[in-house]
Structure formats: C-alpha cells, structure tokens
C-alpha cells in the first residue's frame, strides 16, 4: 500500500528527514517511535503532503504510484488520512459543514454519491455514537471548546466518516490520560481491517497496549535505526531510547 | 485658520444658492435658518484635510473627493421607472411593503409603496409641511454640528426620508429604503444629499433596511445624514447594505440617541464606492440602553473603506457592542476608528469592540485604531484588533481532509465573517439577501 523509498525532506532549509525506507502492505500496523525532534511529525506531514515540507530526494509510494508531486487534498482523496498531533481550532468553520464538504470532496473524487445535509448529518450522527463522541460536538466550530480528549476523538471520528485507506495517527495518544488513551485506541481498533493500513507515531509505548502493532520502528535523526515486533515498544519503555544512541 | 481650509468649500456656494432657490415657499423659515447656520458652519470650518495631527482624517484623503466637479441633480431629472425594475425585484420583499425608492435622491412615488399602517412613513419634502413641529426641532439640532459634511447635508438636503412611529407602535414588516444612483453622463457627477430621520417614539419597534445601489458608471458624491432617535423602551433594527459604483464617494453620517431602555441594532455592509466613510455617531443618554454595531466591508481594488464609530455612555448601565471586519482583496484600504467615552458618572458601563481584517492580498492595507476615554472606575471596557492573511496551518487542516484549496479557502473566509452575519438582528429575507451577495463576492474572489 505505502512504500516510503530513501526520503530525505527538509523544513525551511533545515534537513529532518535522513533517508527513511518504509514498506507497508494492507492491514499492518506500524509503530514508529522516537524521542522529541526526531522528525516523526515530520514525516507524518511529508506523507500528508503539507506545503513548506520539501522533499530533497527518494519517493513516497502510495498504491502504485507517487504522490510527491500531488497536493495535500489529492492525497486525501486517494485515502491517506493524517490525524494531528494538535488538531486546529478553526472559529467560524462548522464541524458538520467542514465534515460533509470533505466527505462529498472525496466521494465525487470516487465517482460516488455525494451527501445532502440530511444524510449526511444521519451518517455523522451514526459514527459519533458508534465511536462516544457526543453529537452536539458536530455543530460546533472546528474544536472549538474541545478538551484535548475530545480533539484526539474528535480525529478518529473525522477518519471514521472519510473511511481512508493509509491512517497516519501522530501521536494519537499525546497530552491524555489513562482512560481517554484506551477510548482513542478502541476507536482506531473499530476502524481496523484487512484493507486498511495504519501507521501510529508515538513516544511512548502505553497506546500500543490496546493497539497492537505487527511492526514497531525506532525512529531517530531523521530515519528509522532498528525495526522489530511489539517486543521492542516494551525494550523502550523499559530502557529508554538510549540504548539506541 | 488656515486659508485652504476655508478655500476648498468655495465651489458649493452657487450650489447652496441653488438649492435655497429652489426651497418649496411652504417650507417653514426654521428650516431655512437651520440650513443657513448649517452653511455658515462649514464655511467657518472649511472640510477636514489629511494633515498630520487630524487624526480624524488621517487615512482617508477628502481632497480626492473634492477635486471633482459636482453638480445638483436637475429638477427636470427624469427617469424611466422600468430601467430599474430589476434591481428592485432583486431586493427583499414582504408581504404587505413599505418602500420609498429614490433615484439619485429624487423620490419616486409611482414605484414607492406604503401601507397604511400606524406609523408615519414618507419622503421627507413630503414631510416637512405636515409635520414640521417633530421635524424642525432635530434639523435646528442637527445645525449646530461641528461636522463639516453634517453641516453639508444639513445646507444642501433636497429631499430624504421620513419615518415616525408612534407611543407603542410595532411595525410588522420592514420598511425599506432603496437610494439608487444613476449617472452616465461622464461630465457630470452629483452631489447627492439625502436625509433620513427615523423616530421611534416610546415603547416603539422599527425595522430598517436600506438599500443603496449604484448603475451605469456614475461617478457622485452622496452625502448622507441618518438621524436615529429611540426614544424609551424603543427599539430600532437598522441594516444597512451599500453597493454604489466604484467610482462614486459616499459619506455617511449616522447620529443615533438612545433612551432608557431602549436598543439599537445596526449593520453595515459595504461593497461598493471609491472613497467609503461611515460615520457613527452614537449616544446613550439612559439607563440600561443598548447599542449592538455591527459592520462588514469587503473592499476590492482602489477602494478605500473607513468607519469611523463613536460610542458616547453619557449614562451608567448602558451597553454598547462595536463588532466590525472586513476582508480586502486587492490593493483595497480599510480604516477603522473606533472610540468609545465612559462618563464620570456612567458606573457599570459594559463596552466592547472589535476591529478584524483578513487580507487576501499582499498589497491590501488595513489600519485600526481603538480609542478610549474612561473618566468612571466601576466599568467594564475591552477591545480587540487583527488583521491578517489566512491561515495556512487551518488551510493544511482542511485541505488535508480532502477539501480543495479554493473551497477551504471559502470554508475560512466564510467563517471569518461568519459570527457577525450570526449576530444580525434584522429579518430573515434581509439576512439571506446579504449573505447571498457576501458569498458571490467571494466565491468571485477566491
């Protein structure tokens, strides 16, 4: 599904990322874990194609084709989903209006049926309760009021709607506590399956109790150092990330 | 006093004569002596200039107003009616309709309408003779401004608008008022003077709406004086949309007085002009009197747009709410100068103001000055002001959702002016007119 191939990209002139090589197939789950300013994010926002983010060499393969060249909503619309580690406070943009427009963007993109406000509203209303998240969240402005649970959930409740194909989850775990981690991860666990793939970027290894990676990757300057099972998110959370240094 | 001051209102002396040649013999001597005064004053005062130190003017240039040559409309100025049918089809209508259309200030009763309701409803020359005892008392008020363009239309209004409502009254549909100018003769622009005066007597509800459309290429000067007296218990919802030509200058003057327990509403939304100013002039002289100032101004290239608002609590628990912005494409200019005066005695005034730009281009200019005079402790006052580009993170954040930029960039820019559309109080076929013709405007912008 994503083939990430010698990628180097930088920021403002600044290289991060230092030649990553990813191979992910369809239904795996990838852990990459890393220390702060390692480039995680980085490579969340390269993959999303957020503008500013240059890519200096190597290839991002996403189902048989690059999306190097292509525009963050193009890559949104062929199923790559970015969950943000701080999802933005828009005032004045309404949740459900925000959430209908992507999701009628992406279907005629399909070649399929786009929603009126009636449906549409009917289907938002189905995934917020599937996934607890409180329906009169929708008619506010983009988490606007939103405690930091509720932004998190509010992410996977986006991913749910648009139903992507590649879920990159940075941080999904970050600023929650113990309760509000394992309703995150039960959230991105519904959403799990043969088809869809998921990468999950994380510091610490607590999420990965509840969403169990097939691969977890030790992620530091700017490329991935050592892959592994699950086995090694516990040798992190034990030892730290020195012993990778 | 300097001598360019006096010097640059020269041309409007034949002008005034004209006008009071042409005064109705009817027409009571107080409202001749009230346009004398009034004259005399701008003549004393010269019109504002740009210099340094007059804060005021600062930003805005009246020369390039003035440099132009105008004329007043001819008395033998005619128009055929249906030119502008499908301008008025456009507007809002209502069931049983309270209209007064103007053409270039002229008032045209064939395709005007009023029912016969409470209320006193009619152009102001009409007026005048009638009911010159509520009337001449505010035109003698209105004479001792030390505003030079008050004092200008003060000395040259022909004709303007007239509505009474009397002890209690609730008018059920909005009254509307529609100002169309009409100019293609490229030799001539006109100074246009309309007047409105609106009483809402105690205890009284008036719902405004007006209209100022431009055709042809017309290149005027209107200025205008809006009178609004609310008087106790009373409450005026005014909504205002102006879209004159890009070549035409329009100064508006606004003085509202509030009584106890009364409330104004207004709106304005500019679109259209060269040289925009909006003067509003607002008083609160009784307790638990509440003015909510809301304005929009969407300004393209070589358009310059300034709001100037004044907001006087010459009594305590009086509320006041300024909440303007604008969005400027081009290389459009706004100004916002919005002050607000608490008096010594006025406890438990509650104030706020809020000035917001988003600019769509690099070459857009916004400036916005928040102005306080506080002589009372025990009162609450805030402010704010922004001006900006959009936002390129929340522009990531939609598009990375699969929205198109031109679409997301709709989403935010409709979002930005999107409280304040929230907050109008007028009716609803006014509020869906103006968000329709918002959103053409952007959607032709983005």
Known sequence: MLEVKDLYSSVSGKSILNG??????????????????????????????KPNYIVNSGDIIFENQSILEMLPETRAQLGIFLSFQHPLEIAGVRMDQFMRSAYNSIQKQKNQEELDVLKFNRLLKSKSEELNVEPSLMQRYVNHGFSGG???????????VLDPKLMVLDEPDSGLDIDAVRSVAEGINELRSESKSTIIITHYQRILNYVIPDFVHIFMDGKIIQSGDKSLALQVEEKGYEIFS | MATQEISNTKPYISIYNDVISNINE?????????????????????????RKGNEDWKYTDVNKILQKEYKLVEKSFNTSNDRYENIISGLPSYNSNNYLIFINGVFQPEISQTSNESIIIDSLENSLDNYSSIITPHLEDLSTSDDPFMNFNTALFQDGVFIYAPKNTTVNNPIQVINIESNNSPDKNYIISPLLLVIADDG??????????????????????SRFVICKSSKLNYSRFQNYSNQTNNINNSLATLEQNSTLNSFYLDFGGQIIRNNLNVELLGEESTANMLGLYLPNSNQHVDNQVIVDHKSPYSYSDQTYKGILNGNAQSVFHGSIIVREKSIKVDAAQEDKNLLLSSEAEAYTKPAFWIYCDDVMCKHGAACGQIDEESLFYLTSRGISNTVAKQLLVRGFVGDVLNRIESDTNNKKYIENQIENKLDSWL
């Open chain 1, 20 to 49: 990553v090589n990813l191979d992910i197939k369809p239904g795996e789950v990838h852990a990459i874990m890393g220390p702060n300013g390692s480039g995680k994010s980085t490579l969340s926002y390269t993959l999303a194609g």
């Open chain 1, 150 to 160: 509720e932004r998190k959930k509010n992410e996977i409740l986006q991913m749910a």
């Open chain 2, 26 to 50: 009817k027409t009571s001597e107080l409202v001749l002596s009230a346009k004398q005064k009034a004259f005399n004053n701008l003549l004393t005062t010269g019109f504002p200039t740009h």
């Open chain 2, 204 to 225: 009284s509800y008036v719902n405004l709406e007006e209209y100022c459309i431009g055709t042809d290429n017309s290149s005027n000067l209107i200025n205008t004086i």
